[in-house]
Nanobody, 123 residues
């Protein structure tokens, strides 16, 4: 499975961005697709995830502002980010789990990772 993120850029606080993750390989077998982020000097953290049954999960700080979605035809996973804040500045990573059911908000659940895309929110 290969994952490639795109869409990251510099945006002003209050603005919006849409990140996309294009997947290739056996992504149909992944239990969940997720987005994580890593800010400067911080550990990588969970942002959002969507399971095969289209159930979605979000970390508390992005609920109501971010939306994860999936296009099974194009084999992409997107993250719509609205009302961006300076705290959202980070490298955003797309990830995919293996085929078994695992906690979707845990880094160790994810087997495949993209290289990340930089999101910078200016205040």
């Amino acid at each position: 499975v290969q994952l490639v993120e795109s869409g990251g850029e510099l945006v002003q606080a209050g603005g919006s961005l849409r990140l996309s993750c294009t997947a290739s390989g056996r992504t149909y077998s992944a239990f969940a697709m997720g987005w994580f982020r890593q800010g400067p000097g911080e550990e990588r953290e969970f942002v959002a995830a969507m399971t095969l049954s289209d159930r979605t999960y979000y970390t508390d700080s992005v609920k109501g502002r971010f939306t994860i979605s999936r296009d099974r035809v194009k084999n992409t996973v997107s993250l719509q980010m609205n009302n961006l804040k300076s705290d959202d500045t980070a490298v955003y990573y797309c990830a995919a789990t293996g085929p078994i059911v695992e906690p979707v908000d845990t880094i160790r659940s994810y087997r495949y990772w993209g290289r990340g895309t930089q999101v910078t929110v200016s205040s």
